[in-house]
């Protein structure tokens, strides 16, 4: 891969329902990382978990609720949340994200549960 500069405007945001996802950088020409910025607009409903990556969430705004293993987290703006693959997880309502996975976060792999 060759230095790039990723333009802002060039993104646009994902509708996935409860969860609008900007993918900042996720493709197989720099499989060693992903970034995103995610924003939960509603509760997911399902525990789920990712089969490969590490991720970090690093909370850019709002205050919520992230559920780790049937444990719920209080998080707010500043925070970071560490989940090594395999962990169960969803993030709640109000929560905008930056997303870091390694390897890249690819949705096909993703478990849900209940």
């Known amino acids: 891969m060759k230095p790039k500069i990723i333009r802002a405007d060039e993104l646009k945001e994902n509708d996935y329902g409860d969860t609008k996802v900007t993918d900042i950088l996720n493709n197989e020409d720099f499989p060693q990382f992903s970034i995103a910025k995610v ?3 509603g ?3 399902k525990l789920g978990l990712d089969q490969d ?3 970090a969430y690093y909370v850019l705004e709002g205050e919520g609720i992230c ?3 049937d444990k719920e987290y209080n998080i707010k703006k500043g925070d ?3 989940l090594p693959p395999g962990t169960k997880y969803k993030n709640m309502k109000g929560l905008t994200l930056l997303a870091i996975s390694s390897p890249r976060f690819d949705r096909k792999r993703r478990v849900y549960f209940e």
């Open 53 to 55: 990556s590490y991720t």
């Open 39 to 41: 924003r939960k607009v």
């Open 80 to 82: 970071t949340v560490l």
């Open 43 to 45: 509760d997911d409903i």
């Open 67 to 69: 559920i780790i293993e």
